[in-house]
């Protein structure tokens, strides 16, 4: 059988590392093929072919802070085929990727592709395999937020749609699916893959040190000062923050800003390792020199997946727009203010 398996994004780095493990494991405990010479004329077993996979990356995210220093820390093999996709508007970024994806499919024809999450290669890809009549399975199948203002939502609502095989990490999106007719035997339970990642990864990450994390991520030309954490480091705050819904419309994101510098900063030293995105609005909108300028507010470039985990384990409080940190932030015992108005951590009807 031959899997094609797609990232993009930085959410699904961490969701396809147990998928790649998992088939390096079943195929390493596959007897080698015999040589033919050596196969009996009537044999009562026949060999069990390796899967051949290959990993398709499509460059959406291309900063080594969003994309490489993830696979180097889990020991993802570099994508056997990056499309370049890069930057654009969705309707670039989906129309780019399909093109680039198309051309790989034809050249290699898959039995399977396999897409996580809900990103813009999620739905690219799922898409075009779906039209060269290619089976299609979703990992992270069945979550909805009901917001169809979200591309994540979309991405979701389509690619399930699409999919052969939906693997789902929770009943709850099991009960969304059959809400809308998705017939059982395409849904499989496999629980939460990005929280195996969490679980193989939580030790490694509790070593770490708050102190050199925030030092080797450090942005420039910031008054902060870390004495009050060599103090005390468990008594900060984090926040990530990069929905469109959030930062790229001036009035929400000013109040946001407003909020976190005046009252949260105001308690205690908030983290802030910033998504490109939000950074880019927050000079659009002309906050980052103040930004900058606020002592109690640390801001990081993007931290890799171990920072990130040893920063969430030792918060006082994470406050977010992500769905992934929700989830880890539950795991972990952190509490977690979500930013946004709904999520798709609840039964949705
Ligand atoms: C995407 C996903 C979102 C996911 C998030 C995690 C979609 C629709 N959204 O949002 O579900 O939670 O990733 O990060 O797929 N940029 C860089 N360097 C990079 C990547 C992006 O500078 O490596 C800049 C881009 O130029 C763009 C902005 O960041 O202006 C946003 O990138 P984009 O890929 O459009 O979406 P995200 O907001 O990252």
Not at 23 to 34: D, G, K, L, R, S
Not at 271 to 298: C, D, S, V, Y
């Amino acid at each position: 059988m031959k899997i094609i398996s797609v990232v993009g994004a930085r959410p699904n780095f961490m969701k396809i590392a147990p998928f790649i493990k998992a088939i390096e494991t079943y195929n390493a405990q596959i007897p080698p093929v015999p040589s033919v010479s050596s196969v009996p004329q009537v044999s009562p077993f026949s060999p069990v072919p390796k899967i051949e996979h290959l990993l398709v990356h499509t460059g959406q995210h291309y900063d080594d802070r969003m994309s490489k220093t993830f696979f180097e820390s889990l020991n993802i093999p570099e994508a056997d085929i990056n499309l370049g996709v890069g930057s654009g508007t969705h309707a670039e970024q989906v129309g780019n990727t399909m093109m680039a994806f198309e051309k790989v499919l034809e050249q290699e024809k898959p039995d399977w592709v396999v897409v996580v999450g809900d990103v813009n290669a999620t739905l690219a890809c799922s898409v075009t395999a779906k039209k060269l009549n290619i089976k299609v399975c979703h990992i992270e199948a069945g979550l909805r937020s009901g917001d169809m203002t979200m591309p994540e939502e979309i991405n979701r609502l389509v690619t399930d749609r699409l999919s052969d095989l939906l693997l789902i990490p929770d009943r709850l999106s099991g009960e969304n699916l059959r809400k809308e007719g998705v017939p059982e035997n395409k849904i499989a339970f496999v629980g939460n893959i990005m929280i195996d990642t969490l679980e193989a990864n939580r030790q490694k990450a509790e070593k770490l040190s708050i102190e050199n994390i925030i030092k080797s991520n450090l942005i420039p030309d910031q008054p902060f000062n870390l004495a009050p954490l060599s103090f005390n480091p468990e008594s900060f705050a984090l926040i990530t923050m990069h929905r469109p819904s959030n930062v790229d419309r001036k009035e929400v994101l000013v109040p946001l800003f407003n909020f976190l510098v005046d009252e949260v900063a105001a308690d205690m030293p908030l983290i802030w390792p910033i998504h490109p995105r939000a950074q880019k609005m927050l000079q659009t909108f002309g906050l980052w020199q103040k930004a900058l300028q606020t002592e109690n507010l640390i801001l990081l470039n993007p931290v890799g997946y171990h920072d990130m985990l040893r920063l969430n384990m030792g918060a006082k409080l994470l406050l977010t727009d992500s769905g992934g940190l929700q989830e880890e932030s539950c795991v972990l015992g952190t509490p977690c203010l979500t930013l946004r108005w709904n999520t798709e951590s609840r039964y949705f009807t």
